[in-house]
């Protein structure tokens, strides 16, 4: 591999970035949740460079378990959003502005 | 070669993933995604962890998009009925473009001073097995939480996700 480090951490960023553009302009619950995911796997990005750049195995283990974690954070907010599809019969953000006392 | 492999893959990951947030269709958009998966696993691969290259597609690409699919599927949302299509777009995009382009002009900066960033990554690779040793030696404990954390989140999403009607304790029905 001959790349720089900083090209690596440079795409990582723009996914970044363009995980971060999708939750704060979507509307779309499903469509903030696929934003969140894709934050999620730009930081693994990061995680596997550095992995690389050390060569140490601890990155690619810290991978192992951010997809731990995004597996279950997608399974309760799936479930978040059929129940609040369920409630509102939308999926759109702004019929969830408001608290229920 | 390997150099020309990343930058080709890096720009259809960026690609992929810019058409996904993008599109109106969240299918299309979950198409896109697993798209940019493929190219993010690639990328995994020629940074020398093969495991985790294909764990991302299986768990990322194969489960969790399958999951979304399935979701969505069964929302059985009406066509007519988009959460982004009303409202002045232009005006919506326009300040989340602003403070992204700061912030992304900030992190170039910030990697620029870096003297670090700068070097060449060496060419290396992890071999599945001492991946495994590592995890489930150094990281036993670890594995042992994240376990514990996955029964957490199902029975979390089993809850969250009752039929509706069943008010009453889980249990209580015959």
């Not at chain 1, 996914?15 to 619950?29: E, S």
């Not at chain 2, 691969?45 to 194969?62: C, D, S, T």
């Not at chain 2, 001492?130 to 514990?148: Q, R, W």
């Amino acid at each position: 591999m001959i790349v720089p480090f900083q090209h690596l951490l440079i795409l990582a960023s723009i996914l970044f970035l363009l995980g971060l553009m999708a939750v704060l302009v979507r509307r779309n619950l499903i469509m903030i949740l696929i934003g969140v995911e894709i934050m999620l796997n730009a930081s693994g990005l990061v995680l596997v460079g550095a992995s690389a750049f050390w060569q140490q195995l601890d990155g690619q283990v810290m991978v192992i378990f951010l997809m731990a974690l995004t597996s279950a954070e997608v399974s309760i907010s799936l479930a978040m959003v059929v129940y609040l599809n369920r409630r509102k019969k939308t999926i759109d953000v702004r019929a969830f502005d408001e608290l229920r006392g | 070669m390997a150099t020309l492999l990343f930058y080709i893959l890096g720009a259809v990951a960026v690609a992929a993933t810019a058409m996904a947030v993008t599109r109106r269709n969240p299918v299309h958009a979950v198409i896109y995604l697993v798209n940019s998966f493929f190219a993010l696993a690639l990328i995994f691969y020629l940074l020398g962890a093969p495991m985790v290259a294909a764990l991302e597609v299986i768990i990322y690409a194969g489960a969790i998009m399958v999951l979304f699919l399935f979701i969505i599927m069964m929302l059985e949302l009406s066509p007519g009925e988009d959460a982004d299509r009303q409202g002045p777009v232009p005006l919506q995009w326009l300040p989340v473009l602003l403070l992204g382009a700061a912030i992304l002009g900030c992190t170039l900066l910030l990697l620029q001073l870096d003297p670090a960033a700068g070097q060449q990554l060496p060419r290396w690779y992890a071999s599945p097995r001492d991946f495994g040793y590592t995890l489930f030696h150094e990281y036993a404990l670890a594995v042992e939480i994240v376990s514990f954390q996955l029964l957490f989140a199902a029975v979390g999403a089993f809850y969250v996700g009752r039929a509706a009607g069943t008010k009453e304790p889980l249990g209580g029905e015959r």
